[in-house]
């Protein structure tokens, strides 16, 4: 079982930017990717980024150019850097460790919410 514990959401206003983290329990290294996914009030949960364990990375067209995904293998945690954001990015942000052929994991989530 691993867990994995989101940080860094909040209230951010319109441009601004905000740094998530997802600390993993165990050895990230182990996972095919880790990915960040969103879900907003009356919508279905939607991938934002991912990135493989050899670093290939794939995003939401809706925030590309804006969010950058990143992982420390070392320190067993996956950032995702967000900037210019906009209020349509308000979302529940999850964390969530992908395995192949087997179950994946989540985080429990941070709110995000980008408002003057």
């Known amino acids: 079982q691993v867990q994995l514990v989101e940080s860094g959401g909040g209230l951010v206003q319109p441009g601004g930017s905000l740094r998530l983290s997802c600390a993993a329990s165990g050895n990230i290294f182990n996972f095919y990717a880790m990915g960040w996914y969103r879900q907003a009030p009356g919508k279905e949960r939607e991938l934002v980024a991912r990135?493989?364990?050899?670093?290939?990375?794939l995003y939401a067209e809706s925030v590309k150019g804006r969010f950058t995904i990143s992982r420390e293998n070392t320190q067993n945690t996956v950032s995702l850097q967000m900037n210019s954001l906009k209020p349509e990015d308000t979302a529940v942000y999850y964390c969530?460790?992908?395995?192949?052929?087997?179950?994946?994991?989540w985080g429990q989530g941070t709110q995000v919410t980008v408002s003057s």
């Open positions: 969530k460790a992908i395995r192949l052929g087997a179950t994946d994991f």
């Open positions: 990135i493989t364990s050899g670093g290939i990375t």
